[in-house]
């Protein structure tokens, strides 16, 4: 991303003003060249550490054909948590075995999905989970791969509903009421259709520290080293979760991938010895902010402005909550500019709202830039990840059109959705 002479903003080496005119706002645009390099900072990363090591790209942050092609070429695998996300991956290419399936909760189909597909990984969350997992496998006569998924405790510090591993929280198994050995001994005596490869953690998302995966490492170590003191089981698989963060303004700082990378190999080497293992875990992650979160820009036009003196200078933006609910939810802080004229210096605060019908569809609520005049296009930066992928259709708009950019050349990877395709699932009984 850049800035042209003309002082327009640049992505991927496509004119931002122009892809709106030629794709239409809203518009998710996507930097190809930053997904990949983002990749090849865990590939590389990986060549340093003593152990085997994996990512898998958690394809919630956003999931499509093209982008999950473009990370499996990068060596990626792929984090599912539904039918819907493993048939993405699956349709564009991505083998069932570089596969992992989440959930606390997996219906049937979903898990037959997965055995038929031999996906690699099952991330077990739960004793239903694993009940049914078993006697899917068993009938089918297939082994399936797992990894248990723990609640050690840990209190990452973000967002309470982005936190994933405290004690009181959906998912996994605790490490304290003895949930999780009850769940190991249920998982080796299937051995015929299950093969328990180890441990998995996610202590949250949007985290800038290092210090929580090195507690979820000593955590996993130790678990390790009870269930081999206790089954005779060592088990060769850690899998810290996701979570690395990215700056949506100039105040985040995020540590770089390659930091986190190393940091967490050397927690694992240092748990590892600490707990008696002679052995080094095979290391998994599970990125999916860092991997399209800041390649991931949205252009809105400017449509509305409504100046309440003494109040708020309110401009509406032609998208809003429907593209990106994550204001609402989280309170999520963003940094807009606007498209034809980056580098104008700030004049006032402004109130960035959407066009949806209620109060709360605000997409930056005290933006401090320079003021954004109709139909001029402003873009909200590093909106690739968890956008798109929890988009509604409230007020019946139309999801943004998404544009994939490289080398100057924009291509189409998700299209706006026409006002028939509006209506497509919708059906008229006939008596009505
Ligand atoms: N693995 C598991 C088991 C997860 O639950 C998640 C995210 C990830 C990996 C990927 O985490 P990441 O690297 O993207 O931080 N909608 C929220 C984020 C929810 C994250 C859910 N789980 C947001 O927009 O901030």
Redesign the pocket.
């Known amino acids: 991303m850049g800035v042209a002479d003309n002082g327009h903003l640049m992505i991927g080496g496509c004119d931002a003003v122009e892809l709106a005119k030629t794709y239409g706002t809203p518009l998710y645009v996507m930097d190809e060249a930053r997904i990949r390099s983002n990749c090849r900072q865990f590939q590389l990363a990986f060549k340093e550490l003593p152990m085997p090591a994996r990512a898998y790209y ?1 394809s ?2 956003q999931s499509n054909l093209a982008i999950a092609r473009l990370v499996y070429t990068e060596g990626m695998y792929m ?1 599912c948590v539904s039918a819907g996300e493993m048939y993405t991956a699956l349709q564009a290419g991505v083998p069932g075995q570089r596969l992992a399936l ?1 959930g606390n909760l997996k219906t049937r189909d979903e898990l037959m999905m997965a055995l038929e597909n031999d996906v690699g990984q099952i991330i077990v969350d739960g004793f239903d989970d694993l009940t049914l997992l078993i006697e899917l496998a068993r009938a089918a006569g297939k082994k399936a791969s797992i990894l248990l998924r723990l609640r050690p405790g840990i209190d990452a510090h973000t ?1 309470q509903s ?1 936190q ?1 591993a405290t004690l009181d929280c959906k998912f996994g198994f605790s490490l304290y009421d003895g949930a999780a050995m009850k769940a190991v001994r249920m998982a080796l005596e299937a051995q015929d259709c299950i093969e328990l490869m180890g441990l998995h953690c ?1 202590i949250g ?2 985290i800038f520290e290092t210090q929580p995966y090195a507690l979820a490492a000593d955590s996993m170590c130790e678990f390790i080293a009870q269930i081999g003191r206790d089954t005779g089981t060592w088990l060769k698989t850690i899998n810290l ?4 963060g990215v700056a949506y303004t100039p105040q985040d700082d995020p540590l770089p991938i390659a930091y986190m990378v190393r940091c967490a190999g050397e927690a694992v080497v240092q748990a590892a010895s600490k707990h008696g293992l002679d052995y080094l875990p095979q290391i998994e992650f ?5 991997i399209v979160g800041d390649a991931g820009v949205t252009l809105y036009t400017v449509g509305a402005d409504k100046d309440v003196p003494g109040v708020r200078h309110y401009v509406a933006l032609d998208g809003g909550m429907a593209d990106n609910p ?1 204001v609402a939810l ?1 309170g ?1 802080v963003y940094t807009p500019l606007i498209a034809n004229r980056v580098r104008d210096a700030a004049d006032g605060h402004y109130a960035l709202v959407g066009r949806c019908c209620e109060s709360g569809d605000v997409l930056v609520k005290d933006a401090c830039m320079p003021a954004p005049k109709v139909g001029e296009v402003v873009a909200l930066m590093t909106t690739g ?2 956008h798109a992928s ?1 988009a509604s259709q409230y007020n019946r708009l139309a999801n943004p059109a998404a544009v994939l950019v490289k080398d100057g050349k924009a291509r189409l990877i998700s299209k706006r959705p026409t006002l028939d395709d509006i209506i497509a699932y919708d059906r008229l009984p006939e008596d009505l």
Do not use: L, N, V, W
Request: hydrophobic content about 25%.
């Open positions: 958690a919630k942050a984090d989440h967002h982005i994933t996610h998302s949007q979760g996701g979570g690395f599970e990125p999916g902010r860092c994550r989280y999520s990840a968890y929890m």
